[in-house]
């Protein structure tokens, strides 16, 4: 898929791994909507953005998502600006397991709703969703379970909508990435983040083993599977000590 022209949604995206995939995204030509629902902070990147990519091709909407009516305008304010959308990067995310209800609200049904959305956008004309899941969607993380449920919850849906027949007809595509720690704002936690059955000395544990990576390795891994023409239903994972790989699990019927 060339960019040059392509008109992008990403969200979560006033700072860290959203704001990163935008910036890609832009310098390689496409034209981007980053929203989120810090607006004070999605303003500052936006004028940040147009102000180093020398470009007027970025705009910000304020988006919750886990307001419905703010996820229809992102699409619709979209479409009036700039005629149409091709990309969908469902991004926003937290780590909150003792406010676990909202994590399942901002990670697993934030992502659900903005595919829903994506796809009778992208029915017409085709394109590609991409769900950011984690590694921790493919593996247990016994310090963030609730978390780790969402982002499980997010491949098993992104994977399910990738093998629908009208899905596919339309001449859509869809792909999860997962990465591993990355340096943003959502490491840090505190332990007000964590409840006795969860636990931040686990992760911690688990980052200084793995280590963190920096948002532009992350992002080039994103580009690559945005890129990709031929990898409906494929999951991404990215960590320092094994890269880039994109893997296909079994379809059913084992
Ligand atoms: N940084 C990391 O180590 C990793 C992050 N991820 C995932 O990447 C995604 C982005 O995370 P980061 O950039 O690291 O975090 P971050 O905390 O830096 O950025 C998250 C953004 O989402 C926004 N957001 C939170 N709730 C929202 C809502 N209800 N509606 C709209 N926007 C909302 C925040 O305002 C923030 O701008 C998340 O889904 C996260 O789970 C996945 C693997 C590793
Ligand atoms: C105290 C730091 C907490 C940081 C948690 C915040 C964000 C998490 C982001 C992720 O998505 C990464 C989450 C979990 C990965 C955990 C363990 C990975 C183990 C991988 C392996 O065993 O291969």
Not at 125 to 135: D, L
Not at 169 to 182: D, E, G, Q, S, V
Not at 233 to 244: K, Q, V
Request: net charge positive; with cysteine.
């Amino acid at each position: 898929m060339e960019l040059v022209g392509k008109v992008a949604i990403v969200t979560g995206a006033a700072q860290g791994l959203g704001r990163a995939f935008a910036r890609a995204m832009i310098q390689r030509g496409a034209k981007v909507c980053i929203s989120d629902q810090n607006v004070e902070k999605g303003n500052t990147s936006c004028v940040a953005l147009r102000k180093e990519l020398n470009t007027a091709d970025v705009n910000f909407v304020k988006c919750d998502v886990t307001q419905q009516d703010d996820m229809k305008n992102m699409f619709d304010d979209t479409v009036r600006r700039y005629g149409g959308v091709d990309i969908v990067v469902n991004n926003a995310g937290i780590m909150n397991e003792r406010t676990w209800s909202s994590c399942v609200d901002i990670n697993l049904k934030g992502v659900i709703q903005g595919t829903l959305l994506a796809l009778e956008h992208l029915q017409e004309r085709g394109g590609v969703i991409i769900n950011i899941s984690s590694i921790a969607g493919v593996v247990p993380v016994a310090g963030a379970p609730v978390y780790t449920a969402t982002k499980h919850g997010v491949i098993g849906f992104t994977r399910s909508c990738s093998v629908n027949p009208k899905v596919k007809a339309a001449n859509i595509r869809l792909a999860c990435l997962c990465p591993t720690f990355t340096d943003t704002p959502i490491l840090d936690m505190t332990d007000d983040h964590f409840t006795s059955w969860s636990s931040r000395q686990n992760l911690w544990k688990d980052v200084e083993q793995l280590g963190i990576m920096k948002v532009e390795t992350v992002a080039q891994g994103f580009i690559q599977l945005l890129l990709d023409k031929d990898n409906n239903g494929a999951i991404m994972t990215i960590s320092p000590n094994r890269g880039i790989q994109t893997k296909y699990y079994p379809k059913a019927r084992m």
